[in-house]
């Protein structure tokens, strides 16, 4: 009677095992030789979106930045600057989900931080924003916070937190001197409180800085007209407030 042969613990051919290793080490190298081609493809076509962008093109910006982000899928700046482009867009819920998507990625990440609180001000969710703004601030590293600040006070002014509000443009004055808007958030923060000449005060300041407008009051209350004809809402509201504090 023949004898049945055992499998287990049989050791297979020298040759065999050098070429399933040799299988398995080639295999790791096409896959990670392959991801660094979609690295620096994702990279390229991500410069390309930002060079667009630059430009003003948001159409070519915008499938440069798709090919980038299909090639490297968890690239946090690719997501953000999508999401920039979706908000010029007026598209706030794709953008929402992008800038989530990105501090979920990265906890710590404060300029995406910082965009979604923007789109929650434009979707009027100011208690969303302000924790938005306020996770921006938490990181001790952000390069812009004058930013953050700028946006938290304008929450906190729709939300009637007139002193945090306050806080937040002085916070970024103190970081960011030539920056004109917070003066412009300011303006209206004291006009609401009825601190009129610190309204004036400051809403000349701010008109002094302005790039747009270097000191001229007439071409800002002619800007201030030509918008109204079009802003409704809080704009509306802003506007005519601003026309008010010019004649302080």
Same mark, same amino acid.
């Given at each position: 009677m023949a004898k049945s042969i055992k499998l287990e613990g049989m050791k297979p051919?020298?040759?065999l095992v050098l070429s399933? #290793?040799?299988a398995a080490l080639l295999a790791t190298a096409c896959a990670s030789t392959s991801s660094r081609q979609e690295k620096r493809e994702s990279e390229f076509n991500y410069?390309?979106?930002?060079?667009? #962008?630059s430009e003003g093109?948001?159409?070519?910006a915008f499938v440069h930045l798709q090919k980038a982000l299909q090639e490297d899928p968890s690239n946090k700046d690719v997501i953000n600057n999508l999401g920039l482009i979706y908000i010029s867009l007026d598209n706030l819920e794709e953008a929402k989900e992008l800038f989530q998507r990105a501090v979920s990625l990265d906890p710590a990440f404060s300029d995406a931080h910082n965009n979604l609180g923007t789109v929650y001000m434009r979707l009027g969710k100011w208690q969303e924003a302000i924790g938005s703004f306020r996770e921006a601030l938490a990181n001790p590293l952000y390069q812009a916070?004058?930013?953050a600040f700028y946006n938290l006070g304008t929450a906190y002014y729709r939300t009637g937190q007139f002193q945090p509000a306050i806080d937040a443009f002085k916070d970024a004055l103190r970081r960011a001197p030539l920056f004109p808007l917070p003066y412009y958030g300011l303006a209206l923060v004291y006009n609401k409180t009825e601190r009129y000449g610190d309204a004036a005060s400051v809403i000349a300041k701010a008109i002094e800085l302005d790039s747009s407008y270097r000191g001229d009051s007439r071409k800002f209350a002619e800007d201030l007209g030509e918008?109204?004809?079009t802003a409704k809402g809080i704009d509306e509201t802003d506007l005519r407030d601003y026309l008010e504090i010019l004649r302080y």
């Amino acid at each position: 009677m023949a004898k049945s042969i055992k499998l287990e613990g049989m050791k297979p051919p020298k040759l065999l095992v050098l070429s399933l #290793l040799s299988a398995a080490l080639l295999a790791t190298a096409c896959a990670s030789t392959s991801s660094r081609q979609e690295k620096r493809e994702s990279e390229f076509n991500y410069k390309m979106g930002l060079a667009y #962008l630059s430009e003003g093109d948001r159409q070519k910006a915008f499938v440069h930045l798709q090919k980038a982000l299909q090639e490297d899928p968890s690239n946090k700046d690719v997501i953000n600057n999508l999401g920039l482009i979706y908000i010029s867009l007026d598209n706030l819920e794709e953008a929402k989900e992008l800038f989530q998507r990105a501090v979920s990625l990265d906890p710590a990440f404060s300029d995406a931080h910082n965009n979604l609180g923007t789109v929650y001000m434009r979707l009027g969710k100011w208690q969303e924003a302000i924790g938005s703004f306020r996770e921006a601030l938490a990181n001790p590293l952000y390069q812009a916070p004058e930013r953050a600040f700028y946006n938290l006070g304008t929450a906190y002014y729709r939300t009637g937190q007139f002193q945090p509000a306050i806080d937040a443009f002085k916070d970024a004055l103190r970081r960011a001197p030539l920056f004109p808007l917070p003066y412009y958030g300011l303006a209206l923060v004291y006009n609401k409180t009825e601190r009129y000449g610190d309204a004036a005060s400051v809403i000349a300041k701010a008109i002094e800085l302005d790039s747009s407008y270097r000191g001229d009051s007439r071409k800002f209350a002619e800007d201030l007209g030509e918008r109204l004809t079009t802003a409704k809402g809080i704009d509306e509201t802003d506007l005519r407030d601003y026309l008010e504090i010019l004649r302080y």
